[in-house]
């Protein structure tokens, strides 16, 4: 059991302990029916559809998409990055809305996506914009690396003692977004334990019919 494992079940059992509120038909987990989070200033419960007969979004119904470029990714995207399903994100959401501002929870979709609904919590920062093939310049990365991630220069090095730990996803197994963020923020150094990906994304997030929320 590995810690972010033993982490979410304290969180879980720390959440129930404290006194949730009454049981739902369809709930998270069999102790936990929803929890409340912060989204950018206001309070979203994070709870499944209570309709037993709904069924998932058009958006995600597809079974098939050419690949490339959507194809399936590997379990494990890179040495040191921990893969993450929907009750760790959850976990990860729920430690940054309770003021640990060393986690930051991002969708990697571009903002046509984002507005269809994301997770609440997460902050969008496309994935063009930390990708050099799509037009971002290393000097482009850098300095969200420095004014966002929390990353330092030191006399021409990076410090990222006081990095965020990056929560990411995208769009789900069959998404590239995500996966190449992850792997060129590795080129630059970035420590891989800093690093989570949520493998399952949107499409995971939708087919459970988690709370989702839209930009304003």
């Known amino acids: 059991m590995n810690k972010t494992t033993l982490k979410v079940a304290g969180l879980f059992l720390s959440i129930f302990i404290a ?65 993450l399903g ?24 571009t903002p046509d996506w984002v507005a269809k609904g994301t997770i609440p919590g997460s902050v969008n920062i496309p994935w063009t914009h930390l990708d050099t ?18 990353v330092e220069e030191q006399e021409g090095l990076w410090n990222y003692t006081n990095a965020k730990t990056l929560v990411m996803f995208c769009n789900g197994m069959w998404c590239g977004q995500s996966p190449r963020n992850i792997l060129t923020l590795l080129k630059f150094g970035y420590p891989a334990a800093k690093i989570k990906w949520y493998r ?13 929320v839209k930009p304003k």
């Open 86 to 109: 929907e009750l760790e994100i959850i976990h990860y959401v729920k430690m940054h809305s309770d003021g640990d501002d060393s986690i930051m929870v991002i969708d990697s979709r």
């Open 133 to 150: 093939a799509k037009g971002a310049s290393p000097f482009d990365i850098a300095e969200i690396m420095q004014e966002k991630f929390g």
């Open 19 to 83: 006194g949730s509120a009454s049981a739902l038909d369809v709930q998270l987990t069999p102790t936990l029916p929803s929890v409340d989070v912060n989204n950018h200033g206001e309070t979203v419960t994070i709870v499944r559809n209570q309709d037993t007969a709904n069924t998932i979004k058009a958006d995600y119904a597809k079974t098939s998409r050419k690949c490339p470029p959507f194809c399936i990714r590997p379990i494990v995207i890179a040495e040191g990055v921990e893969t």
């Open 200 to 212: 399952g994304g949107m499409q995971n997030w939708e087919t459970l019919d988690l709370s989702t």
